[in-house]
T-cell receptor, first 115, second 113 residues
Framework: DSGVTQTPKHLITATGQRVTLRCSPR?????VYWYQQSLDQGLQFLIQ???????AKGNILERFSAQQFPDLHSELNLSSLELGDSALYFC??????????????FGPGTRLTVT | DAKTTQPNSMESNEEEPVHLPCNHS???????IHWYRQLPSQGPEYVIH???SNVNNRMASLAIAEDRKSSTLILHRATLRDAAVYYC??????????????FGKGTKLSVKP
């Protein structure tokens, strides 16, 4: 158990809909990262937040957005969903997030299926 | 971002050592070498990281070549639970993407009983 929790575990929704994925980082970790894992693209970094502020952006679509709240939990919002958005979404956290030495701890993921 | 090259797959016997290679010929002097693994149906798991010197922890050892153009993750006694995809990742000390993990395809390790 990494200490990172993600809800829900599974999500099935229809094209065009909007969903919210939630992540609670390990106690004491200030940084949260979101990753997407699909069969054709592998694991891709989406976005990072540090202590409530956006720190870095990766391959995140404009239809997707995220935020980190004062209690440090984070939410990833996916809108206008397409079939290709079906994937596993992982959240990770680290103590600092400001350096290349950080160890990231991953949650169990949310499996999103868009039908 | 500097790239890494790993074999697609490797096989090992249970209770034998495993050496997982990674080439990173374009590594810069301030890039850290990280290893993560992903067991089936789980999120990635941190294994070990280093900069220049060899590193040991309870899970594995990391051997880094003197010129830092390659590294090897060593599992001293493979167990069935070590069957996973192993990712070798470089993280930049400077620049906007420090700390963010750029995953490649990794090496799928199979462990035979």
């Amino acid at each position: 158990d990494s200490g990172v929790t993600q809800t829900p575990k599974h999500l099935i929704t229809a094209t065009g809909q909007r969903v919210t994925l939630r992540c609670s980082p390990r106690s004491g970790d200030l940084s949260v990262y979101w990753y997407q894992q699909s069969l054709d693209q592998g694991l891709q970094f989406l976005i990072q937040y540090y202590n409530g502020e956006e720190r870095a952006k990766g391959n995140i679509l404009e239809r997707f957005s995220a935020q980190q709240f004062p209690d440090l939990h984070s939410e990833l919002n996916l809108s206008s969903l397409e079939l290709g958005d079906s994937a596993l979404y992982f959240c990770a956290s680290s103590v600092d997030g400001t350096g290349a030495q950080d160890e990231q701890y991953f949650g169990p993921g949310t499996r999103l299926t868009v039908t | 971002d500097a790239k890494t090259t790993q074999p697609n797959s490797m096989e090992s016997n249970e209770e034998e050592p495993v050496h997982l290679p990674c080439n990173h010929s374009t590594i810069s002097g301030t890039d850290y070498i990280h290893w993560y693994r992903q067991l089936p149906s789980q999120g990635p798991e941190y294994v070990i990281h280093g900069l220049t010197s060899n590193v040991n922890n309870r899970m594995a050892s990391l051997a880094i070549a003197e010129d830092r153009k390659s590294s090897t993750l060593i599992l001293h006694r493979a167990t069935l639970r070590d069957a996973a995809v192993y990712y070798c990742i470089l993280t930049a000390l400077y620049g906007g993407s420090q700390g963010n993990l750029i995953f490649g395809k990794g090496t799928k390790l199979s462990v035979k009983p």
